[in-house]
């Protein structure tokens, strides 16, 4: 590599401190968090005025979700050959471009065909932002960089429609979804002064250093006579291994770090379910339950509790360890859906929906920061399948809502059916995830 290019790339990744990646990191998500939280949660409203009934409401966006999971596995390799900030990057105009689109639809398919589009942008952007996060040094303060960038998604929530839903009701969908592809170019803007992610940066230096230090020629060590190559199998040390008395030592280790990586895919699939059915039937909820014309203010006070819980549960699981911090959220979460199961009145969604934001978005941030200390080299594909686990249930989530709704349930019905399902994934995982801190 060329002297001049190895300090340019030096430049490039060294120039801004942690403290201002991070930030650049939480101004871009906010964008494109918002832009994908406005839309997740206007576009049903939108489709029934288009004639559809609440199951297809609900099936626009899980076949977006579904359509995203498929595409994330099939962008897995180039993600982790070209970097997590081209994803982010790559990700912010998938769903910008699209969405500017959205403003001349006039038929539902028109909207189906696009949101499958923009399914890039949630297949490429959401997950990188959490690789590129991992990235970052030190590893010892993740969780808290976690905490400030869910912090910033959060706040997005909140945001949002409170500020996005009126103009809707003002102006049209039209103005709300040119203003959105406006917010979605700013976040691919602040995402293109991000430095090159350092582990993709260092693995290619480091080929590059290989490959111009190889050897032309390689010679082989001279053999004394008589004497013979003894070639070791590459499974000879853990052969080895299972030898040794401490044996039940290694197999419980292993055990032990199966049941954790299955439970923190698991269990961001359970709170998906619960925050599926608030994002996609929570206007309907609000509407139902809340005399106000801001049909967003549901989601401001469920937006301030995972305000309040994302720096938290960053920093408690930094110091207590993953199980008791994401217990504690996934319990709040259940509590919050049961309040606006159960509660008819403002105050009482009100506090349903402020807890509920607490529990998932407290949930979300302990269960990136448990995957992304892993100690595995694939600690990046971890964090992007279980950015996957948790889309996959807000397809089921929505699908389900959407379902019983269509067969004359009430939205309260199907809160109440999501309280139950997460308060028995609270159970599971007291009881399975180790009690312990730690890498995975």
Known sequence: MDIRTKKADHRHTSVLSSNEVTALVACSAFLLFGLNNVETTALPSYVMTLGAGPLVAGLQNSLFVFAAVALRIALERTVKRRGSRFAMIAGALGYAVPCLALAHCTDLWQVVILRLMQAFGLALFQPSVAQYLASVPPASNLGRRVGVVRFATTASLMAGPAIMFPLASCCGYKVLFVVLSLVGACGAAIALVLP???????????????????????????????????????????????????????????????????????????????????????????????????????????????????????????????????????????????????????????AGAFFFGMGYFGASAALIAAAGASASRSASTFLARQQSALDMGMVAGGLLAGAMMQTGCSVFAVCLTASAAIGTSLVVWSMIYPNEKGSI
Do not use: C
Request: no cysteine; charged share 15%; proline share 8%.
């Open 196 to 350: 090159r992610d350092r582990e993709n940066s260092n693995e290619q230096q480091g080929q590059e250093e290989k490959g111009a230090h190889r050897p032309a020629t390689a010679t082989k060590p001279a053999r004394s006579p008589g004497t013979t190559a003894v070639r070791i199998p590459p499974f000879a040390p853990f052969a080895r291994s299972l030898l040794l008395p401490n044996a039940p030592r290694l197999v419980e280790s292993l055990h032990i770090s199966l049941r954790k990586r299955a439970l923190l895919i698991a269990e961001p699939f359970a709170l998906a379910l619960g925050y599926s059915v608030v994002m996609n039937f929570g206007q309907t909820l609000a509407q139902e339950a809340l005399a106000t014309d801001n049909d967003g203010l549901l989601f401001v006070f469920m937006s301030a509790g995972g305000i309040i819980a994302s720096p938290l549960a960053g920093w408690t699981t930094d110091r207590l360890g993953a199980k008791r911090s994401t217990a504690g959220a996934i319990a709040l979460n259940s509590l919050g859906l049961l309040l606006m199961a159960l509660g008819r009145t403002p105050p009482t969604v009100f």
